[in-house]
C-alpha cells in the first residue's frame, strides 16, 4: 500500500512532498503495529487470528492521507490530477514488479501446475491493478488463504488502493472545484457529504452481497478508506490538536488502540458480523 507522509510509505519513501503534510510520528506507530498483525497473522500465530485486519488500518489510514494531499493541493490553487498519478506510478510500479518477478521465480521452480495454470493472468491482473477482481471473479477465498494456489494473492489491497488513487482525486475535484457564491467550507462541505454517501452506499453493498465478494470488492471495502478521508476533512477547518486537550485525546485513543488490538487477536476471517459492521467499526476506532 502506498501512503505519501515521512515516515509512512512503506515503499521506503520517506520524504514528504513540501508543504503538504506535515511528519506524525505516531502514524509510523500505528503502522508499525499494524505491519506486525498482518506478519502474525500470515505466520499463522494463533494468537493473530484477526490480525489480517492490519490491511483494514492502512486502508483508513491511506485514505487520511490521500485526502489531506488533495486538500492541500486545491488550497494552493489547483490539483494537478497527471502529477498526483504520475507520483503514485513512481511510488508503486518499481516494486509492484519486483514482486510479480520474484512469483514468477517462484512459481516455475516450485509451484503445482494449477498455479502454473493461472499465474498469467493473475500477473496481468497484479501489473493493472485490478487483482481483486480477478480474485473475484476466479472465487478465490481468502479464508482459504493458508492453501491458496495463487502467490499473488496478497495484490487484491494494493488493487483496492491503486483504484481509490484513480477514482477519489477525480470526485475531489469536482466536489472542490468553486462555484459562484463558494467559499472553502461549502466546498469542503459537498465533499464530505460525496464521501459520507460513498460510506453508506459501500456499507450497503456489504450487506447483500456474498462474503468473498465482500472481501475482495473495491465497492464493498471503500468505507474504511472513506472514514479516513472524512478525518482529514474534518481536520480540514481546525486541527485536532486544539479542539481536544492532551488528555481528552489519550483517554479516546487508549481504548481505542486496545480495542483494536483486542480485534487482531480475535476476530477470525469467518465472523459473521464482519462484513460490513466489524470492518466498519475497526475503521471507525483506527480514525479515533
Known amino acids: 500500500m502506498d501512503t505519501e507522509s515521512p515516515g509512512i510509505d512503506e515503499h521506503g519513501d520517506a520524504r514528504p512532498e513540501p508543504g503538504l503534510l506535515a511528519y506524525h510520528p505516531a502514524l509510523d506507530g500505528l503502522r508499525g503495529l499494524a505491519v506486525a498483525a498482518v506478519l502474525a497473522f500470515h505466520s499463522n500465530a494463533a494468537w493473530a487470528r484477526g490480525g489480517y485486519l492490519g490491511v483494514s488500518a492502512f486502508f483508513t489510514l491511506?485514505?487520511?492521507?490521500?485526502?489531506?494531499?488533495?486538500?492541500?493541493?486545491?488550497?494552493?490553487?489547483?490539483?494537478?490530477?497527471?502529477?498526483?498519478?504520475?507520483?503514485?506510478?513512481?511510488?508503486?510500479?518499481?516494486?509492484?514488479?519486483?514482486?510479480?518477478?520474484?512469483?514468477?521465480?517462484?512459481t516455475a521452480a516450485a509451484a503445482d501446475a494449477a498455479t502454473l495454470d493461472r499465474f498469467g493472468g493473475d500477473a496481468l491482473a497484479a501489473v493493472a491493478g485490478v487483482a481483486n477482481w480477478r480474485f473475484v471473479v476466479s472465487e478465490l477465498s481468502y479464508a482459504d488463504l493458508f492453501g491458496a494456489d495463487?502467490?499473488?494473492?496478497?495484490?487484491?489491497?494494493?488493487?483496492?488502493?491503486?483504484?481509490?488513487?484513480?477514482?477519489?482525486?477525480?470526485?475531489?475535484?469536482?466536489?472542490?472545484?468553486?462555484?459562484?457564491?463558494?467559499?472553502?467550507?461549502?466546498?469542503?462541505?459537498?465533499?464530505?457529504?460525496?464521501?459520507?454517501?460513498?460510506?453508506?452506499?459501500?456499507?450497503?453493498?456489504?450487506?447483500?452481497?456474498?462474503?468473498?465478494?465482500?472481501?475482495?470488492?473495491?465497492?464493498?471495502?471503500?468505507?474504511?478508506?472513506?472514514?479516513?478521508?472524512?478525518?482529514?476533512l474534518s481536520d480540514q477547518r481546525r486541527s485536532l490538536t486544539s479542539r481536544f486537550s492532551a488528555r481528552v485525546r489519550l483517554g479516546l485513543g487508549a481504548p481505542a488502540l486496545a480495542a483494536v488490538v483486542v480485534a487482531?487477536?480475535?476476530?477470525?476471517?469467518?465472523?459473521?458480523a464482519l462484513h460490513p459492521w466489524i470492518l466498519l467499526g475497526h475503521a471507525l476506532l483506527t480514525a479515533v
Open 264 to 272: 487482531w487477536s480475535t476476530v477470525g476471517q469467518t465472523t459473521a
Open 150 to 232: 495463487s502467490p499473488l494473492q496478497h495484490y487484491w489491497s494494493l488493487a483496492i488502493e491503486q483504484q481509490f488513487y484513480v477514482v477519489f482525486p477525480i470526485v475531489a475535484a469536482v466536489a472542490l472545484r468553486r462555484r459562484s457564491g463558494d467559499d472553502e467550507g461549502s466546498a469542503l462541505a459537498r465533499l464530505r457529504a460525496v464521501v459520507f454517501v460513498g460510506i453508506v452506499v459501500s456499507v450497503s453493498a456489504s450487506v447483500v452481497v456474498g462474503t468473498d465478494r465482500a472481501y475482495y470488492g473495491t465497492d464493498t471495502r471503500m468505507a474504511e478508506l472513506l472514514v479516513g478521508v472524512l478525518l482529514a
Open 62 to 106: 491511506s485514505g487520511f492521507l490521500i485526502a489531506s494531499l488533495i486538500v492541500a493541493e486545491h488550497r494552493g490553487g489547483s490539483i494537478d490530477l497527471p502529477s498526483f498519478w504520475a507520483r503514485r506510478v513512481r511510488r508503486l510500479l518499481p516494486v509492484a514488479l519486483a514482486g510479480v518477478i520474484a512469483a514468477a521465480v517462484y
